[in-house]
């Protein structure tokens, strides 16, 4: 079994801090607490990120649109909740990804699932 | 040739794709082609004929000569000269010009310019993602990845500019050159290509776009340690490689850019802040590629960008563009390509990046980071609008997709249909997301910005490039942005495009120095405003080198708060010194304004009587480059802005030259001074913050010293000394939340104006619905006892109103609502204070109206403003020696005050109603007054009586007149016609009219109430209060028409009526008549000339009298009257003198002058010949014949004082700062001379130029030389050609003869 990755929580969480602020640290903190807890799988991370982000228009669409006389700063500003999900999302996505590539061995690098290494003619 | 089996080895080299037997023509072509056709109908054939430029215009319609301005460090044109941070242009201009050598015309030169960018953008994302997917490689992966590229929300909104759509474009192939330098470590071919690929991305806006690419370089590094485990040491060579390559042709822009750093700060500082660019950068609008400010923001009820307004009021576009993320994370869950990790690295760089300080008011600690660099980095502030990253963006989520759809396709093959259709369906729907997601590119979203030039412009071109060259052509009025109601709008102008001649048009944003901006504003805001003065404009435009004046009324002058056409034209005409050479186009050819509550129909009718341009020639023109005699020459104590007032009253006859004293050392001074010079002081710049968005009163009121002074400013020098600035008398401070105008800076309705006593000024704030939660302060020098507060609020009807405030003094605070009642009381907690604010609570109506208050009253107290004038002539006289003081106690010098008040008699938006002033001379003296000056509020009665002749027997005077009118004075009701009469401001009660009479004995007055003919709401007085002769007043009855007042016979000397009450609907009330015995002042004719001298000022507190000339008409008018000396000159003493003006009074401009100006010597000594024998754009070769005595050479560029000038091969030294904008020189050898004059960086950007030249021919020799040697040996030896890395054989063996163009791939 591996360590637990003390490195990589603390630079995550270094990370979110600088980029989101306190939000980002409190979504960084739950992230460590959830790995903790769960240790996720870099795809289940992947699946969160999808969800997050899929919900960015649900919450803009919930807030309303504005006319096209009325467009404004406002719609961006008076939705910082649709903000930090895509934030959040793109965190997750980040080390979901990260995670999956990194636990791959670079040396099957680009082979297809399965297949030998390739040969080839020089 | 021997074959052998070798395995590949991972990670240096991602194993490239397994070529297969080319096809005929695959899909994947068809699908290229399909998409190029595409991209290139949407390109091509969207507006077709239109002009829609995507960045200057002068690109498209001037190429050849801006590629000319492209290899200059000095830009003369057209703000009088900057130091030049656009030579990055350089390719593109290079490219923009071959393709217009084609023949095209300029609208489709930009489009084919426009497509090959896409083209190239497309190709470079297929090759970049063939090498990073590597064997999972397929058509459908390159397909969409080329798709996704080149069609994507980002390249419609905040890409569709070519400063970012070049960079855009190229980042596929600089990574690629990247990744195979990475690959390939020991090779320098990569690394030339890598800086070939940076070269071509240019050095537009001072590189910033081109920079932002480069973050995708420690992205990849990154990905390659995180994923491949490479060594740092490893990546280190290629990565030096590349940049220092990269650095090498990059010189050209590199070295100009930094040389104008101070150009472009000043440019930043005007326009859009940090802040501003991130109020709609969040996560989420950043994730589909859009918070580009701009696209949020309206003007004059429309938006910035039209055709993207879809994606925030549309929800099926909306939907469409927030998933384009989502898809980018469900093809990163799909793929299985690591490059995807290099992908979301991009992405976790790229969008913190683009987020930057979102939200602006409480920014993220690596937004607080950026915003601090901003601040105190020199030059960093270039880099504020960092949704100038997208492209990373974009080009990571193009990676995804293809990843995506490589693995989605990698082993469907149409042979297999269930498997094949699921996954067909699957694509065509994220297709169709996609295609909805770029909707606006096929419904006018592509190009915002599209018009026509008019050919009246062209015909104008023609005429103005037929005059002579050593001239400017003035464009005026200026503008912030420029916006053409045919449809041009931007911040470049036209000029450039179709002007061969030199030509200078005023922008509010800086482009050069502060001071030419200074001077270009100082003649430009009176244009602006409709306020000019024909013969100041062509006396400063003469300064200026300007022979023609084009008067452009064909702008749209709403949108940057300009003064219509027909007021303009009527505010030049009339006068010889500008005269009417041309007209151009048809009479109202978009010279009118849609009509509306602010622009009614009668004013239409007089704009569509003007054509679109009008050219004035310059009476008297100057050239540029010119010399200036030394004698003569004015040292004026201020700013630029003192020039219109020294012409207006006729005190720099011949147009001197004149340097600003700010600018001087003690040295200069005496020189000057030893030389005939004269010394003005003046009022002039003034301590103040600037905007940038309307030409006219666009700047803040007058700071005090110890008020910071902004960025954005065009206050000279620094040094508070050297500026105009205000102290406070009675406060130590009064501060509001904002004043004016939330908008933009305004100088007008400052918070001072609550405290100063004066009923008629008000402290105004909160418009466009923003008045809850100002605030004004105001902090005591001594606590105060306070127990109650008068607040007198602006009632505006209808409107927004005040409807409660929280008062707070040092004990507490109380919130009470605030009632529509001209004054309200307000009981705070008793108690002594040292501040105290009000704070807007409540607001009751609707509108976009500012609100405020005429007056917050505190016992005891009562802030005076005043203005201290600059003090440089104190500080320097103190440094003169006591030949060099003698000769400037002697000299000639004038006094120039100016009162700060809004253009065109606009007194609500008067900055200053009094003139207030401190200032220092340097010697006692006798002067000569001279000046203008109108009637204000509170002139008393009885001094418009004294003036206006009236006999010494009878005097009338009253408590107020309506709306201060000098026709409703009390003299109307003692003139024997009962159709004029003593109207009193307000509804009644309380207002007075008082006659003092010969002393005649009388026992009855009579009162005479009649209406006015026509319609009317007067009242009627019903009674009022008696006193004679200061006596115990007595109550009286009265009523319409005539009323006898009966009263025990006495000598009358003094008789006062108080009106006590008053009958009727609130109109107001009017005593036609007041007859006491024989009593008469009798009714003036208008034209009766003003006789007597008036006081209008005291100084050190001895009055100041004056004589008027003009007459009752004018007086009554208002209009300001020339006033002169009354009698003896004023004698003042050196030091500190103190001016306040008096009441009643309106002193626009006070002058004093010693000796009299008509004493002084009429001509000013000819100036020297000079002829330029060679120039460029940074330099000239000037010839001067014999002078009569020392004299200026005046260069007519912009301060810079990098420039560099020799006499006869000698250094003359640091230039000069002359007529308030020039770079010059003083010439004291009157013999012939030879000058060379030139802009000093320009050496350095030449060395520059050439080392990149260089760098470009060694790029080239490693990309094409270095592999010469390999294939002419193998040619020599008849040997096949040896394939690259990237492109090994075909596997069965057959050469590979596809186009180099299509990467190799696998077949399905």
């Known amino acids: 079994m591996k360590g637990r990755p003390t490195v990589e929580w603390a630079l995550l969480v270094a990370a979110l801090w600088l980029v989101g602020g306190t939000v980002g640290l409190v979504v960084a903190a739950a992230f460590v607490v959830y790995d903790l807890v769960r240790e996720p799988a870099p795809r289940d991370l992947q699946v969160i990120a999808i969800l997050l982000l899929g919900l960015v228009p649900l919450v803009v669409l919930a807030r309303g649109l504005p006319a096209a006389a009325a467009i404004g700063t406002d719609f961006v500003q008076g939705n910082l909740v649709a903000h930090h999900l895509a934030g959040a999302g793109l965190a997750l996505l980040v080390v979901g990804v990260l995670r999956e590539v990194r636990a791959e061995a670079p040396a099957a690098a680009e082979a297809p699932d399965a297949e030998p290494d390739r040969e080839v003619a020089r | ?1308």
């Open chain 2, 1 to 1308: 040739m021997s074959r052998e089996l070798v395995r590949v080895q991972p990670p240096e080299a991602a194993p490239a794709p397994r070529p297969l037997r080319a096809p005929t023509l695959s899909w994947e072509a068809v699908a290229y082609l399909a998409l190029g056709l595409l991209a290139a109908t949407a390109v091509v054939l969207t507006d077709q004929g239109w002009f829609t430029p995507d960045t200057k215009p002068e690109v498209y319609l001037a190429p050849l000569r801006t590629l000319a301005r492209m290899l200059s460090t000095w830009d003369p044109d057209p703000h009088l000269g900057q130091p030049n941070f656009q030579t990055g242009l350089l390719p593109v201009s290079v490219v923009v010009s071959a393709i217009d050598a084609l023949g095209l015309p300029a609208w489709l030169v930009l489009r084919v310019w426009r497509a090959l960018l896409l083209l190239v953008a497309g190709w470079g994302a297929v090759r970049l993602f063939h090498l990073l997917a590597g064997e999972r490689s397929t058509p459908a992966g390159r397909v969409a990845a080329a798709a996704v590229y080149v069609a994507n929300p980002y390249v419609i909104v905040a890409g569709a500019t070519t400063p970012v759509l070049v960079p855009y474009a190229l980042l596929p192939w600089l990574l690629l050159a990247f990744a195979r330098s990475v690959r390939e470590p020991a090779s320098w071919r990569w690394p030339a290509a890598f800086a070939l690929a940076f070269f071509l991305m240019s050095g537009m806006n001072a590189g910033v776009v081109a920079v932002f690419m480069c973050l995708a370089i420690p992205c990849y590094l990154l990905y390659q340690r995180l994923t491949e485990r490479t060594p740092w040491r490893r990546l280190a060579r290629p990565t030096l490689r590349c940049l220092s390559l990269a650095l090498l042709v990059s010189l050209y822009w590199l070295v100009p850019a930094a040389m104008a750093g101070e150009t472009g700060e000043a440019v930043a500082a005007f326009t859009e802040s940090p802040e501003n660019v991130a109020t709609t950068s969040s996560y989420s609008e950043t994730l589909r590629m859009l918070g580009y400010w701009v696209m949020y923001f309206q003007q004059d009820g429309r938006s910035a960008i039209p055709g993207a307004v879809g994606y925030l009021t549309n929800a099926l576009l909306l939907v469409a563009s927030f998933l384009v993320p989502v898809l980018a994370a469900a093809c990163a869950l799909l793929a299985r390509a690591r490059a995807r990790a290099f992908a979301v690295i991009l992405l976790a760089v790229a969008v913190p990046v683009m987020v930057g300080l979102f939200p602006p008011t409480a920014p993220s600690p690596f937004g607080r980071l950026l915003r601090a660099t901003f601040e105190d980095v020199p030059g960093a502030i270039a880099f504020r609008t960092t949704n100038k990253a997208g492209a990373l963006v974009a080009l990571a989520y193009a990676l995804l997709f293809g990843f995506g759809a490589a693995e989605l396709f990698r082993r469907a093959s149409p042979q297999i249909p269930p498997a094949f259709a699921w996954r067909a369906v699957l694509a065509g729907a994220v297709a169709v997301v996609l295609a909805v997601a770029i909707l606006p590119a096929w419904t006018g979203g592509l190009y915002p910005l599209r018009y026509l030039v008019p050919d009246y412009w062209q015909q104008l071109a023609r005429d103005v490039n037929a005059g002579p060259a050593d001239s400017r052509v003035l464009l005026a009025p200026g503008t912030s942005n420029v916006a053409y109601r045919w449809g041009m709008e931007g911040p470049d102008d036209l000029n450039l495009s179709l002007f061969s001649r030199p030509s200078v048009v005023r922008s509010t944003v800086p482009n050069g120095s502060i001071e030419q901006t200074n001077f270009l504003a100082a003649m430009d805001i009176p244009v602006s405003t409709g306020a000019a003065d024909p013969e100041a404009v062509a006396a400063m435009a003469r300064y200026l080198g300007v022979g023609e004046v084009v008067v452009r009324n064909d702008l749209r002058w709403e949108t940057f708060g300009g003064s219509r056409p027909s007021l303009i034209a009527a505010s030049l005409a009339g006068d010889q010194t500008l005269r009417l050479a041309g007209s151009y186009g048809r009479p109202g050819e978009h010279t009118v304004a849609a009509v509306s509550d602010f622009y009614p129909p009668e004013q239409a009718t007089q704009d569509a009587a003007l054509p679109p341009l009008q050219r004035y020639a310059v009476a008297g023109p100057r050239p540029v480059t010119r010399t200036e005699p030394v004698r003569g020459a004015m040292l004026v104590d201020g700013d630029s802005f003192a020039i219109p007032s020294l012409l207006r009253l006729g005190l720099a006859p011949g147009g001197p030259a004149f340097r600003l004293l700010g600018s001087v050392t003690p040295s200069e001074l005496a020189a000057s001074l030893a030389g005939g010079a004269r010394v003005v002081v003046t009022d002039t710049n003034r301590r103040r913050a600037w905007g940038s968005f309307q030409t006219g009163q666009n700047y803040s009121p007058t700071l005090r010293a110890d008020q910071p002074l902004p960025a954005s400013t065009l206050t000279l020098f620094g040094n508070p000394d050297a500026q105009t600035l205000t102290r406070l008398e009675g406060a130590r401070s009064v501060s509001a939340t904002g004043s004016g105008s939330l908008l933009t800076n305004t100088p007008y309705g400052k918070p001072e104006l609550a405290f100063d006593g004066d009923r008629r000024t008000a402290w105004i704030t909160g418009d466009f619905g923003g008045a809850v939660g100002q605030s004004i302060t105001l902090t005591l020098e001594e606590p105060v006892d306070v127990g109650e507060v008068v607040l007198r609020p602006l009632l505006s009807e209808p409107g927004v109103q005040i409807a409660a405030v929280r008062v707070r003094v040092d004990a507490g605070a109380v919130e009470v609502p605030v009632p529509a009642e001209p004054e309200v009381r307000v009981a705070v907690p008793h108690a002594t204070t040292s501040t105290v604010s009000v704070e807007i609570t409540q607001v009751r109506g609707a509108g976009l109206n500012p609100v405020g208050f005429w007056e917050i009253g505190v016992p005891g107290v009562q802030v005076r403003q005043v203005v201290r004038v600059p003090q440089t002539l104190k500080r320097l006289a103190g440094r003169l020696s006591p030949a060099d003081r003698s000769r400037l106690d002697a000299a000639p010098i004038d006094v120039v005050l100016a009162r700060a008040a809004a253009p065109g008699g606009d007194r609500f938006h008067d900055e200053e109603r009094v003139l207030d002033r401190e200032l220092w001379l340097p010697a006692e003296r006798a002067f000569t007054v001279n000046g203008l000056a109108a009637a204000g509020p509170n002139l008393p009665d009885l001094v418009v009586d004294r003036l206006a002749g009236a006999p010494r027997g009878v005097r009338a005077s009253s408590s107020s007149r309506f709306f201060d009118a000098i026709g409703a004075r009390a003299s109307r009701a003692l003139d024997g016609d009962p159709a004029s009469a003593w109207v009193p401001d307000g509804r009644g009660p309380g207002e007075w009219i008082e006659l003092e009479l010969p002393g005649d004995r009388l026992d009855h007055v009579d009162i005479l109430q009649t209406l006015p003919k026509g319609p009317s709401g007067a009242d009627v007085i019903t009674g009022a209060e008696v006193s004679i002769n200061g006596g115990k007043p007595f109550l009286v009855g009265l009523g319409q028409g005539s009323t006898r007042i009966d009263f025990a016979a006495r000598k009358v000397e003094r008789l006062r009526l108080t009106i006590a009450k008053v009958a009727g609907l609130g109109g107001q009330v009017r005593i036609s008549e007041l007859k006491a015995g024989d009593a008469r002042i009798p009714s003036p004719p208008p034209s009766q000339r003003l006789r007597g001298c008036v006081q209008i000022a005291t100084v050190d507190g001895e009055p100041l009298e004056v004589r008027l000339d003009g007459n009752l008409r004018q007086l009554t008018a208002g209009e300001a009257l020339p006033l002169g000396d009354c009698g003896e000159p004023l004698r003042l003493s050196g030091g500190d003198h103190q001016i306040v003006s008096s009441t009643g009074w309106l002193v626009d401009l006070l002058a004093f002058s010693s000796p009299a100006p008509a004493t002084r010597a009429s001509q000013l000594p000819p100036p020297a010949d000079l002829q330029v024998t060679g120039s460029s754009r940074s330099g000239m070769t000037i010839r001067t014949g014999a002078a009569g005595g020392p004299y200026y050479l005046v260069v007519g560029q912009g301060y810079d004082r990098r420039w560099r000038a020799t006499m006869d091969g000698r250094w003359l030294g640091p230039p000069l700062l002359l007529d308030g904008y020039s770079v010059g020189w003083r010439i004291t050898d009157q013999r012939p001379h030879r000058f060379e004059v030139a802009f000093g960086p320009q050496r350095a950007a030449s060395l520059a130029q050439a080392v990149s030249g260089a760098g470009l021919v060694l790029v080239a020799l490693l990309l094409v030389g270095a592999r010469l040697p390999r294939r002419l040996r193998a040619w020599r030896a008849g040997a096949p050609r040896r394939r690259s890395p990237g492109r090994p054989p075909s596997a069965d063996g057959e050469p590979d003869r596809r186009p180099r163009w299509l990467p190799r791939w696998r077949r399905p």
